[in-house]
């Protein structure tokens, strides 16, 4: 089992910055994908970011060049630094963690984008 908290949600203004940041415990192996899926309010959740085992980052388009995804200084962490932060990217944040073939998901943080 893989146990997944998450950091860093809270309101902010158009325009500003969050930086999200999730820890995995548990039985860990070597090689695991960690990222950051968002679902709004009416919307399916949708991936966001996810950085592979490689190291080798992915975005949906929408955040392309605004969020980055990196591993954490802690292992078995993964950060989200979100920049020019816009209202549509208003959403509960979930971490999730994949590990031969299984998925694991964190309970959630809310991002709120409002002046």
């Known amino acids: 089992q893989v146990q997944l908290v998450e950091s860093g949600g809270g309101l902010v203004q158009p325009g500003g910055s969050l930086r999200l940041s999730c820890a995995a415990s548990?039985?860990?192996?070597?090689?695991?994908?960690m990222g950051w899926y968002r679902q709004a309010p009416g919307k399916q959740r949708e991936l966001v970011a996810t950085i592979y085992s490689d190291g080798i980052p992915n975005y949906v388009e929408s955040v392309k060049g605004r969020f980055f995804i990196s591993r954490g200084d802690v292992k078995n962490t993964v950060v989200l630094q979100m920049n020019s932060l816009k209202p549509d990217d208003t959403a509960v944040y979930y971490c999730?963690?994949?590990?031969?073939?299984?998925?694991?998901w964190g309970k959630g943080t809310l991002v709120t984008v409002s002046s």
């Open positions: 548990g039985s860990i192996f070597r090689n695991y994908d």
């Open positions: 999730n963690f994949g590990m031969r073939g299984m998925d694991y």
